[in-house]
């Protein structure tokens, strides 16, 4: 590959990456939100032993699981990027100008 080649999609794995990571750091505010929605939505559901209680914990409870498994999946996208990165910045390292 050129290395103009190289240096564009270096750029644009740097851009993604840095937008992943913005993602991730929202993701994790909203994960702490939902975690302690969920959490005191249980509470309520011990403590009244309703049927509507008990299914608001258990939405509560589905959101933050679905805010999990997008921080998981934002988590792998990273590395996945930090690795294309690597690769990028070990064939601008190979190539000669």
Sequence with gaps: MHRSLVERSLRDVHGRL??????????EEQLVV??????????????????????EFTDAQ??????????VALVESIGELERRQDELLGQLVVEPK
């Design 18 to 27: 840095v937008k992943t990571r913005q993602e991730l750091a929202v993701m």
């Design 34 to 55: 939902l975690n302690d929605a969920a959490d005191e939505a249980r509470i309520r559901s011990l403590v009244s032993e309703t049927p509507l209680a008990a299914h």
């Design 62 to 71: 589905r959101h933050a699981d679905a805010a999990l498994r997008a921080r």
